[in-house]
């Protein structure tokens, strides 16, 4: 919803009032030589714009930029300290603030963007789900629904065979997407009992595992897996290696899903919290050159990142996503305007809704083993969600010339009821626990997991 620009202005300084009224906000950068993180995934492109650029340095701050090996390792590297921030998958702030692996409070103040994954499957599994798909023109229609998949996992079952498939970290995107797709078509991916179970495969028909980003191809084509959920440009790679087929973008699954975000600790913005402020303008900045003028920007933007410092995947590999469209079986592109999504239509505000989403799904399969009330889940999204430090930064950016009110959403609180999910389930954040009680698969009221089972 857009509001009248006093209204826009009125709320950004507000917000930007009671953020500098503790004092951390409008003064030199207390660090200014930095290092951040980022996994080899297209997404992370408002880091390499901010840096090549010049933004980082017009704020005021240096920045190095470090590929890391696993969101394991890029979580672990910023809570030592040996990171100052990182590129992070949306959930994984709000697992480490409740405890799931190690314990951290971790907080973020900018989205890196709306939507970018999509699940992925071998030409084998596409070619027995084909089967079961309705056609339209000698095409399948779309949006893929895992119904299709469904016959393909019983068979396996049924032939005592694992139907392995990949995401790339337990309190991450990719898998709680690939979840809800599953289960969404029938297809039980499994429950946590932490911290004596973190498989995440109690009582599942697909098995889900960790595989870093960049060698998920590798290990379809190898036949360890049957498909999975990642970033690209590691399903249009499949594509273009003849090795698999991209079966529904997470767009398709749940519109406008925030994918990344820039994580810090909560100490280390306490103790810059003029850096932060500086580093998030310049995301900020980013972002606007990536969409700005109906992504006029994205041929350069691609060119950064097809550099081996960055992505380092093939110009045309990255083209296929980023400039609007997305390939699925080869030879099937389809025109997907907003798959990659930085700045329009809020893509770079940190969400409290949709923070309380991911905090549900954890919830659902188990990483969140009690029951929590309907407050809880607002107070912790409030915790590590930061959208007043994004605005204090949005309001400096209009005071200096480099932005337009206009260009900011007035409202980050919590969005109305959303039904824009592929089973049509509505989402209503202010009621998390009714959310959770109208899906056929999964935890609810007060189930927990335990001894294998799931225990009312």
Not at 243 to 260: A, C, H
Not at 272 to 280: D, K
Not at 412 to 441: G, H, V
Request: one cysteine or more.
């Amino acid at each position: 919803m857009k509001l009248s620009k006093p209204n826009i202005l009125a709320v950004v300084a507000t917000a930007a009032l009671s953020f500098s009224a503790t004092g951390l906000a409008g003064g030199k950068p207390e660090k200014e030589d930095l290092k951040f993180g980022f996994i080899k995934l297209t997404d992370m492109a408002p880091l390499a714009v901010a840096a090549e650029k010049g933004f980082f340095e017009e704020e005021g701050v240096f920045v190095q930029l470090e590929a890391q090996a696993n969101w394991k390792v890029v979580m672990d590297r910023v809570v030592n300290g040996e990171l100052d921030g990182s590129h992070m998958l949306a959930p994984a702030p709000l697992g480490a603030s409740i405890g799931y692996g190690n314990k951290a409070d971790i907080i973020t103040a900018f989205s890196m963007g709306y939507n970018g994954s999509a699940i992925t499957v071998s030409n084998d599994i596409w070619k027995q789900m084909k089967a079961n798909l309705p056609m339209e023109g000698g095409k399948p229609v779309h949006p893929i629904k895992a119904d299709a998949l469904k016959p393909v996992v019983d068979k396996y079952k049924a032939e005592g065979k694992p139907f392995n498939m990949a995401m790339t970290f337990p309190v991450g995107t990719h898998n709680l997407k690939l979840r809800y797709w599953l289960a969404a078509g029938g297809i039980n991916p499994g429950f946590y009992a932490p911290p004596q179970d973190t498989t995440g495969q109690i009582n599942a028909d697909a098995l889900l595992s960790v595989t870093p980003p960049p060698q998920m191809p590798a290990t379809l084509e190898s036949g360890t897996i049957y498909g999975y959920c990642v970033g690209e440009p590691w399903n249009q790679q499949a594509v273009f290696k003849n090795i698999g087929v991209p079966v529904i973008t997470d767009d398709e699954l749940w519109k406008d899903t925030p994918e990344k975000v820039f994580g810090v600790t909560k100490a280390w913005a306490d103790k810059y919290p003029n850096t932060h402020l500086a580093v998030v303008k310049a995301l900020i900045r980013a972002s606007m050159w990536l969409d700005a003028e109906n992504n006029k920007n994205r041929k350069e933007a691609i060119e950064m990142l097809s550099q081996k410092q960055y992505v380092g995947a093939d110009y045309e590999v990255l083209a296929n996503s980023m400039n609007g469209t997305f390939e699925y079986e080869k030879g099937d592109k389809r025109s997907l305007p907003d798959f990659n999504t930085f700045f329009r239509h809020g893509a770079s505000v940190p969400s409290y809704s949709s923070a309380i989403w991911y905090l549900t799904q954890m919830r659902r399969w188990g990483e969140i083993n009690e029951f929590k009330p309907d407050g809880w889940y607002m107070e912790t999204a409030k915790k590590v969600y930061r959208p007043d430090i994004y605005l204090a930064a949005a309001k400096e950016l209009v005071a200096e010339g480099k932005a337009k009110a206009e260009d900011f959403p007035a409202d980050t609180s919590i969005k109305p009821s959303q039904n824009f999910f592929i089973d049509k389930i509505s989402f209503d954040a202010n009621k998390p626990n009714d959310y959770l009680a109208k899906f056929p698969i999964g935890l609810k009221a007060k189930q927990t997991v335990s001894g294998g089972k799931i225990v009312d």
